[in-house]
């Protein structure tokens, strides 16, 4: 069993930064891949970083290549993402996500946290 909660969201103006934290519960961190997803009103979750158990592998997706970065720690059993030059369709509630394997694919994933509110604005 893992338990995610994740923090930093919040209300920022388009170009601004924020960093997301995710802090996981258990001694096996390391050997579960994380992934950050997000989904705005109405539309449906999708991926947008993952990373693998060592961190040596890092995905994205092509919305946000180039502005988010994911990164772990795995001593400190936490996975990050920062978030740059924020733009207004990127407001929408980021979770993490713990599997046993990297994927890009929301259902594959077996643990998730509750969500964390990011709102661009103009």
């Known amino acids: 069993q893992v338990q995610l909660v994740e923090s930093g969201g919040g209300l920022v103006q388009a170009g601004d930064s924020l960093r997301l934290s995710c802090a996981a519960s258990g001694r096996t961190f390391s050997s579960y891949a994380m992934g950050w997803f997000r989904q705005a009103q109405g539309k449906e979750r999708e991926f947008v970083a993952a990373i693998s158990g060592s961190g040596g592998r890092t995905y994205y997706a092509d919305s946000v290549k180039g502005r988010f970065t994911i990164s772990r720690d795995n001593a400190k059993n936490t996975v990050n993402l920062q978030l740059n030059s924020l733009k207004l369709e990127d407001t929408a509630v980021y979770y993490c996500?713990?599997?046993?394997?990297?994927?890009?694919?929301?259902?594959?994933?077996?643990?998730w946290g509750q969500g964390t509110q990011v709102t661009v604005s103009s």
């Open positions: 996500a713990a599997n046993s394997f990297v994927t890009m694919i929301p259902r594959s994933y077996n643990y």
